[in-house]
Each structure stands twice: as structure tokens, then as C-alpha cells.
């Protein structure tokens, strides 16, 4: 994979909340192919070897080439075996895990995004970055579809679970999916970036984004929209009456376990609800190149290793 940043100047110029326009060059058994995509940093970005995600990019205007954000609109693109057409993919450096182990594994255990349709979650490539005539070399990168509701949507649902403006003749708040990140990280850490209409629920939400519950096309059904999103977030607290699928957080509980991942359950934990029975699952599994594997004993199967170094900020709902 050869990403060229020559119209960047230097990774350090990539934001965590702003895609820059660069391109992107990758090479199959059907030779190589090169297309416009919008790149931005994912996480971590204090590590030397960056996390990165992009999202492929066409031309807004048929009489105007896409060389900018200004002049780019949303492509979808099928990258390698993933199967289908998706937007955004992340690139993950594993610099904390290099035998890229644990962030493949997570994916392909049971009750795993992909596993229901045998499709490999990631795959390694190499990753080159071209400044003009220079190329740097960036290592080996663990390669998979971002976590978006198109990824969920192609693999889980019977529905799209669009989130619809209130206008729309499609619009019923029941169709809806919803992802949610329950994260106690801080925004410091380039972390929790939480909507402010759920200030204070570590929460950050995946779908729908923070600014739709803001466009004026939401205005008329907003409080519909709040009021269901803050039912699933209650149930995150220990506190709503939602329904979960108790099987996927079952299979979520023992992968924890076995990978004794330093994020659970107080970070990186997604859930997503299902919009043709509205009932909330656990899942899609992220970010497990944490060591903290290492400092825990293998004396139960119970969360207290954890609550020794997260004190009161494990999940009410891990808890109950």
C-alpha cells in the first residue's frame, strides 16, 4: 500500500479530526490501482508509528478533478478479500503488539463481525508514504474495514438502519441503527469525543455522528432521536429498561477473558443495535494491542484484575 502525502508535507500534519487529501496506490493479483482518499490519524497518536484511517474520495463535480476535501465526495471501494464496497478503512500500526496477534484474533473468534460470512476481518500489508521523489518505508500494518454501520449493515442486519431526516418518507426511528462506544478515556488522550447532547456518559457515538442530532433536517424529530439513543445509553449505565442479546456479550465476556485486554471494560467497548428487532448486541471488537495482559494473573475468570487499575470506571452494565 503506497500513500502519497506529497501534498501534506509530513504525517505530522495529519489531524485527528481532519482528513487530508492524499492518494492511495495498492497492488492485487489484478495489478495495481490508484484512487483519492481523505486520511486522517486513529488513536494513539503520541506512538512513533502511527494508526491511521482513510476514506476513499471522487470527484464532487464531473467537470472538476477531486484534489482537495472541497472538491471530493464519499467513494465506496472494494479493498482486497473484504467482500464488499465499503468508505473508510483503518490501518493499525500494533506498535505495542508487534506480532499483530491479538488485534487479528479478536475479530475471528467466535461471535466475531465477519466470521457469520467466512471473510477475513484483516490482513497484513505494507505500508510505503511518498513525499515528491522521496519514499519512506512505514513497516507492516494490520489492514481492516472501519467500524461503520455500512460494515454492520453488510454483515448483521436484514435492514440498512439508516438514520433518517425527519422529512423523509422513510423516516421511522425504529429502522434506525445505532453503534456506541462506551469509553472513560479522555479527551486529552485524544479519546473520548463525546456528543454534547451526552455530555458526561462516556459514550462517544458511532452512528448516528454527533452532528446529525445537530442538522436542521433533524430539528422535528430530534427529541425522538435523543430520547432513543439515551434508552441504549441508560442500559450501558445499568440503568434502561433496552433489551440486549445476551449471547453476544457472553462471547464478548470470554474473549475478554482469554485476551485479558487492558481496555475492558471501561474502554474501546462497542455496541451496536440491531434495527430489525431493536435489540442491542456487543460488538464489533476493537483495539486490543494493550499490554496489560502481561500484569494480570490467571487465578479466575473475574473482572476484579481489572477493577484493580480502574478503580469505579468499569461499565455499570460489565458489572451487572
Known amino acids: 500500500v503506497v500513500i502519497n502525502l506529497t501534498d501534506i508535507g509530513s504525517v505530522d500534519a495529519i ?3 481532519d482528513k487530508k487529501f492524499a492518494t492511495i496506490k495498492w497492488g492485487d493479483k489484478n495489478g495495481f490501482h490508484t484512487s483519492a482518499i481523505g486520511i486522517e490519524l486513529k ?21 472538476i478533478p477531486c484534489t482537495s476535501p472541497e472538491t471530493c465526495e464519499d467513494d465506496k471501494v472494494e479493498l482486497y478479500n473484504f467482500d464488499e464496497k465499503y468508505e ?4 493499525r500500526s500494533d506498535y505495542k503488539e508487534q506480532t499483530f496477534i491479538r488485534d487479528a484474533l479478536a475479530p475471528r473468534l467466535t461471535g466475531g463481525i465477519m466470521q457469520s460470512k467466512d471473510i477475513e476481518p484483516t490482513i497484513l500489508v505494507e505500508v510505503l508514504f511518498v513525499f515528491g521523489e522521496k519514499y519512506t518505508y512505514e513497516g507492516v500494518y494490520l489492514l481492516m474495514p472501519a467500524i461503520q454501520r455500512r460494515l454492520i449493515e453488510k454483515m448483521k442486519w436484514d435492514s440498512k438502519g439508516k438514520a433518517e431526516y425527519c422529512d423523509d418518507e422513510d423516516y421511522n426511528i ?17 479519546g473520548l469525543k463525546e456528543c454534547a447532547v ?3 456518559q462516556s459514550v462517544k457515538m458511532r452512528y448516528p455522528k454527533c452532528s446529525f442530532y445537530d442538522e436542521p433536517e433533524v430539528a422535528s424529530c430530534r427529541k425522538d432521536y435523543v430520547s432513543k439513543t439515551e434508552h441504549y445509553i441508560d442500559k450501558l449505565h445499568a440503568s434502561g429498561d433496552a433489551v440486549i442479546d445476551l449471547e453476544s456479550f457472553a462471547n464478548t465476556y470470554l474473549l475478554e477473558m482469554l485476551m485479558r485486554d487492558g481496555d475492558f471494560p471501561k474502554d474501546s467497548q462497542y455496541f451496536y443495535v440491531n434495527p430489525d428487532n431493536q435489540i442491542m448486541f456487543s460488538g464489533p471488537r476493537w483495539d486490543y494491542d494493550s499490554r496489560f495482559w502481561a500484569t494480570f494473573d490467571d487465578n479466575s475468570w473475574d473482572i476484579e484484575p481489572h477493577k484493580i487499575y480502574w478503580q469505579d470506571t468499569v461499565m455499570p452494565l460489565w458489572k451487572s
Open 198 to 200: 451526552f455530555k458526561g
Open 15 to 17: 489531524h485527528p479530526s
Open 174 to 190: 425504529n429502522n434506525t441503527g445505532f453503534i456506541l462506544e462506551y469509553t472513560v478515556d479522555s479527551a486529552d488522550s485524544g
Open 88 to 91: 473508510d478503512y483503518v490501518l
Open 43 to 63: 488513536g494513539g497518536i503520541e506512538l512513533p508509528k502511527k494508526n491511521l484511517a482513510f476514506e476513499f474520495w471522487e470527484s464532487a463535480e464531473d467537470d
